[in-house]
Each structure stands twice: as structure tokens, then as C-alpha cells.
């Protein structure tokens, strides 16, 4: 008999480069470290500041969730929130809404009282929206009783936790029936607004109006500055970190790679704008222009353009009266946008 090979298959796993994929692949306890970041170890517990009644919080992916603890937040959802859906367009549909919370990259942060039920929830997702990365917050849902009480505004802090500590979100996103208006109001306090994207009222054929009734509502999330870096290394670690959300699919030239590694410690920027002289920046205007050139960044008016290619130069030491600092070679034109 005639001996043959077996010719295998084998796929190469694609290594994940979009920043939301990524976090959406972690698992529940390291996307809470890294991601939730709560800033307390006691985050996991809230006390009824009306009752002094303690409650357990829990970060679970819908994959992990329990047939129980799912019925129990789909059964929030209908006490609290069934009126508006049927008096919506989109209408009251269980198996439906059930299908949604089963959605793969939803992760719940559920509240439960000491006997284990659940009593609130929030569902959250890192995704994209018209093409903009945003933290959606999928539900929001309390009990009567906790209503009002402090939790809800805690809940929505976990999602602008989320969105600030994965870059390049800088968003929270909802949507909310017009009809609720008391979670309008809530949502309007805590300085949600009306998005670019909800829907306006428009002119239909044959004189109808379609007139939408839920809104799209968003919350820009102020992201903390990083603490000056003492010495150059650091900075170019703040930068490589930075810049390693941009666009996945663009190669850094190898030069500032070595620069944001730390392999090369000193250099100088150089930028060179509409009729005036070159001129070297402060390590504060560093990471905007590097971080526009590479990913293209447009601003209200300008963009800033690569005109020549990043290059090494010998190394230079600049008295700081401190350590050295490091910056970066690159040459920029200010150009108005077209």
C-alpha cells in the first residue's frame, strides 16, 4: 500500500488589531481591571443610602449569564419599560429583546440584593457608531423602590469608566423613548445630549411626516492627562500607547518606533506651518502633531500633513533641569483643509 501525506489546514489565527475587538475578546475579570477600572476595591458593594440595605454588583458577559439572571433582567425590562415600547413603532416584542440581550459582546453589570435577585442592570457594549467608536449603553433598568436613590447615576459612571480607559472612545451612546420622559430628564442631568445622528422629524411622500419617537442622546467623556513624564522614556511610552489605537492598518515608520520605544532618547521636532520659520515645540504639542500626522486627524480648520519622511538624527541633549526630553523628528505643514 502506497503511503501518502495528509495535507492539514491549518488557519492562522489573525492577530486582533482594532482596539474594540480587542476589549470585547477579554475576559469579564480583566476587562473589569482594565476597562471598568473601578477606583475603589469596594466597588463591587452600594448601600441604599435611603435604607442602609447593602447590594453585591457584578460585571458577567451575556455568554456567562445565568438562564435566571437573564429572565430576572428581561422581566425588569417589561415592568419598567413595556408601556413605552408599545407605544413605540418598533413595538413590544419579547423573543426579540431577548435575542438582543443574548447579543455575544453585551456584558451586564448586574445589582443584587443579599438574597441573590436581581433587583438593577445595566447592559454596555464597546462598538461603533456611523463609524464612531462609542461605549453603548444598551439598558438601564431599577426597581421602583431603588429608583432615585443614587444607583442609576453609579451604573451610568461604570459606562463613562468603560469609555475613558478604552482609547479611542471617547463617548457614551443611548437611545431613549421620547415618551419616557423621567429618563429623559435623568439622562439630561447627568449631561447626556441630544447625538448628531438621532433622527429628525422629515417630509414624507403624498404630505405625510415621519416624526421619530426616541431620541439618540451622547455623552463626550473628559479623559484624564497624563502625569508629566520625568524622564524621556516615559514620554515616548505615553505616545506609543496613544498612537497604538489610531489606525491599525497603518505601519509606523520605524524611526519614531524607536523613538516611542526608548531605543533612541533624545531627538527634536521640527514643524514648519504656512509662511513661518521652523520652529521646536514643547513636549505638550508633540503628541497632537504626531498623533494627527499618522492617523490624519482633521481639526475644525487644519490638518497637519507628513511633508518628509520621519529621519534619525545624532543624539542631542536638551537642559531641561531635569532629565533629558525626549522629542520627535517629524516635519508638518499647517494646511487649511480642503
Same mark, same amino acid.
Given at each position: 500500500?502506497? /503511503?501518502?501525506? $495528509? ?9 486582533? +488589531?482594532? *482596539? !474594540? =475587538? ?129 444607583? /442609576?447615576?453609579? $451604573? ?9 480607559? +478604552?482609547? *479611542? !472612545? =471617547? ?132 490638518? $497637519? ?34
Amino acid at each position: 500500500m502506497k /503511503g501518502f501525506k $495528509l495535507k492539514q489546514n491549518v488557519k492562522r489565527r489573525r492577530a486582533v +488589531t482594532n *482596539p !474594540i =475587538e480587542r476589549a470585547n475578546r477579554k475576559d469579564d475579570e480583566t476587562f473589569t481591571k482594565e476597562h471598568l477600572c473601578p477606583s475603589s476595591s469596594t466597588w463591587a458593594e452600594w448601600i441604599n443610602p435611603k435604607t442602609q440595605d447593602k447590594f453585591s454588583l457584578s460585571l458577567t458577559g451575556s455568554g456567562k449569564l445565568s438562564n435566571e439572571d437573564l429572565d430576572a433582567c428581561f422581566r425588569l425590562v417589561e415592568e419598567t419599560s413595556r408601556a413605552d415600547y408599545e407605544s413605540s413603532s418598533v413595538g413590544w416584542k419579547p423573543s426579540k429583546k431577548i435575542t438582543e440581550m443574548k447579543s455575544p459582546e453585551l456584558r451586564y453589570i448586574l445589582v443584587k440584593d443579599i438574597t441573590g435577585a436581581v433587583r438593577g442592570f445595566t447592559s454596555l457594549m464597546p462598538t461603533y457608531e456611523e463609524g464612531e467608536p462609542v461605549v453603548y449603553c444598551y439598558e438601564i433598568h431599577l426597581k421602583p423602590e431603588l429608583q432615585g436613590t443614587g444607583l /442609576g447615576r453609579t $451604573l451610568m459612571e461604570f459606562l463613562e469608566s468603560v469609555a475613558i480607559n +478604552t482609547p *479611542p !472612545i =471617547e463617548k457614551v451612546m443611548l437611545t431613549c423613548f421620547l415618551s419616557n420622559q423621567k429618563a429623559f430628564a435623568f439622562y439630561k442631568k447627568l449631561g447626556f445630549e441630544k447625538d448628531e445622528i438621532s433622527p429628525e422629524p422629515r417630509k414624507l411622500r403624498f404630505g405625510k411626516e415621519f416624526i421619530p419617537d426616541y431620541v439618540i442622546m451622547s455623552k463626550i467623556v473628559k479623559k484624564q492627562q497624563p502625569a508629566p513624564a520625568k524622564d524621556g522614556s516615559s514620554i515616548g511610552r505615553v505616545l506609543a500607547r496613544e498612537i497604538e489605537h489610531i489606525n491599525p492598518t497603518r505601519t509606523i515608520p520605524e524611526a519614531i518606533t524607536k523613538v516611542l520605544s526608548g531605543r533612541q532618547s533624545t531627538t527634536t521636532v521640527v514643524a514648519e506651518t504656512d509662511g513661518d520659520s521652523a520652529q521646536t515645540l514643547s513636549g505638550g504639542a508633540i503628541a497632537g502633531i504626531v498623533i494627527g500626522s499618522i492617523a490624519g486627524r482633521i481639526t475644525r480648520s487644519r490638518r $497637519l500633513h507628513t511633508t518628509t519622511a520621519l529621519r534619525d538624527i545624532p543624539e542631542k541633549r536638551m537642559a531641561t533641569g531635569h532629565a533629558p526630553v525626549i522629542l520627535i523628528i517629524i516635519i508638518v505643514r499647517a494646511v487649511h483643509r480642503s
